[in-house]
């Protein structure tokens, strides 16, 4: 096992990293140090692994709350479906809410843990690539709302994350692909070493590899906990963590959530993205070739649906990065060397758009 | 115009206390530095108060959300709505949300500010006596659920409080009564003195002179600001500030939120505490016949609903002070030397509850 820490003072935690972890009883106990539980999960990953965790917790009063599997359920309804058996149970303050599954069961039971009784404990066990590289790190929990994803949320901690990376096999393909890209996605923000190491080793990872894996897990989380540890609120760096995500959400918002998983979506994102950089950041074309060969290569689609510019344009603008009316974007001078900035050409981003998405 | 800073690092903020502050354009201008306002505020408050504000801020963007006034629409439906508003009007991080009303208005703006997009800007107006003393200062946002009281919300700091005493006008002689009860706490809590001048000072603020007013919001806004600097998220000292509420919340929630103000309910709590103090706190049976007194002098009722000690029991049960299960109360030894306790025999709760809620 390989422990990392996050480091936020007095909201750091420990993201700990291995191979069966979730049968080794005494440290989900250590874990999960409440008399309270509410063990939050999805249809999908519940049959899978809460039997595991409840019987490590069996000393415990744990209460399920299984939730429909799917990105549309994560939502403001759900989540209070989740506060109503919060309350109906009477849990207090000291009590504890345990996050098992992907994304989804993340980043909404966080944010119940968050606003529950103005936040109680929670800690993350994601079961899915993209949670244990990206979602269960940092804090940023919130539920989607109809206008766009994550608009309803907070930032905060969980206590600790458990990542055991034996789950992974259970874990259909496309789940895996999608998680790759948010991997692939710190090689490209400030990392070119990390990325040149995956172009190697993508095969490794496909095969589900247990050393090639817990090495990129453990390299994404340390370069999003190196991030959020200077800029947890995303006043500034941290918001290059998004990378990709901009356009991601254009694609995603646009198809109703359901047609493209997350990281599907962030992975032609990224490709976007550097189209963009090479127009006004001077990436040089060759990475952007290197982006889409390794997308490729993860299994990754490579082309956004053709929406349209216009409409694409048109969720760009509710995204959270928008200042003073103008939509701030993720860009990188090459790889492994991104920036921020509002400052560029409206038509350089027309022409983008337009390339990726239709006229 | 007085001013005072509650002291919070980075989420430090000024109160701004004085007589027509609402009618100063550059004062509003300053306070709210954004083009992107959503202006929260209710039936009542509205037609009042909202055409100096938006008088005011005549070059900004103003969006409005008038909300029907009463305890029962602060729920996460009615925040919902809210949030169905500000992305309806595609406004992004740098909007604020300005509450402009009482404790509904502002706990219920506050949770949508410190949710939306994970956190933007929000200004407190505070429009009675008791949000002026009380809601608007400290960062306690919340609505309530079916179940309790607050039950949903998180602690986040407006970036400036305006509180313009002229507003106290228009008030209901009974939400005066009501936000005199809150001041009286800050006396019972800390600061018997304070409690003294009010034993002399009762009537001249019921008669909305001017100094007296200005006096007991401002050292009612020290007292909560010194505890909230201290103690931001309720770790310890803060929920010193809950004197009298867990009893009052029984209250509120056995009447459905709408037969007693919420003010009134502290009051009627604030004289169980003091019974409950004097038969396990040492405190002097003197202090509570003048708490009793001075509650009388201000106008509230000093008779509990009898709703039965097992019910009032209950929704005890269900308080955020509750820790590994047992109801943590505030206490006093004496007048102003309130504490928090879990340690106390349970005949003495149950004897102070029959005697106050009936058997």
């Not at 009477?90 to 843990?113: E, I, Y």
């Not at 994803?149 to 789950?167: C, H, M, S, W």
Request: hydrophobic share 45%; net charge neutral; aromatic share 6%.
């Amino acid at each position: 096992m390989q422990t990392l820490t996050v480091e936020l003072e007095d909201r750091s935690y420990p993201i700990n990293i291995g191979e069966g972890l979730l049968g080794q009883h005494s440290l989900l106990q250590a874990a999960v140090p409440a008399r309270d539980i509410l063990l939050v999960s999805n249809t999908t990953v519940a049959p899978l692994y809460a039997p595991a965790v409840k019987s490590a917790l069996a000393d415990r009063r744990v209460v399920e709350v299984i939730l429909p599997d799917g990105e549309q359920y994560k939502s403001l309804a759900t989540a209070a479906r989740v506060f109503d058996v919060l309350v109906a149970n009477r849990f207090g303050r000291d009590a504890l809410v345990l996050a098992l599954g992907g994304g989804v069961v993340g980043d909404l039971a966080g944010f119940v843990a968050a606003c529950y009784q103005r936040g109680i404990d929670y800690v993350q066990v994601p079961t899915t690539l993209l949670s244990q590289v990206d979602s269960s790190v940092g804090g940023k929990t919130a539920v989607n709302h109809p206008g766009g994803k994550n608009l309803i949320g907070a930032f905060y901690q969980p206590r600790e994350v458990l990542t055991d990376t034996d789950v992974l096999k259970s874990l259909p393909e496309r789940e895996l692909q999608a998680g790759l890209a948010e991997i692939i996605k710190y090689g490209m923000i400030c990392d070119s070493a990390f990325f040149i190491w995956l172009e190697h080793n993508m095969a490794a990872l496909r095969a589900l590899d247990a050393t090639a894996l817990a090495l990129a897990i453990h390299r994404s989380c340390q370069v999003k906990a190196q991030i959020v540890g200077r800029d947890e609120r995303e006043q500034g760096e941290r918001a290059l963590l998004n990378l990709g995500h901009t356009f991601g959400h254009a694609i995603e918002a646009a198809t109703g959530y359901v047609e493209w998983l997350h990281g599907e979506a962030v992975g032609v994102g990224l490709l976007i993205a550097a189209r963009m950089s090479e127009r006004v950041g001077g990436m040089p074309a060759d990475d952007v070739a290197r982006v889409e060969a390794l997308l490729k290569l993860a299994g990754l689609r490579t082309a956004a649906p053709k929406i349209g510019a216009a409409k694409a344009a048109g969720y760009l603008s509710i995204d959270k990065k928008v200042k003073s009316g103008r939509v701030r974007l993720v860009l990188m001078k090459g790889l492994g060397q991104a920036y921020l900035s509002g400052d560029y050409p409206d038509a350089a981003l027309q022409e983008t758009l337009r390339e990726s998405f239709g006229a």
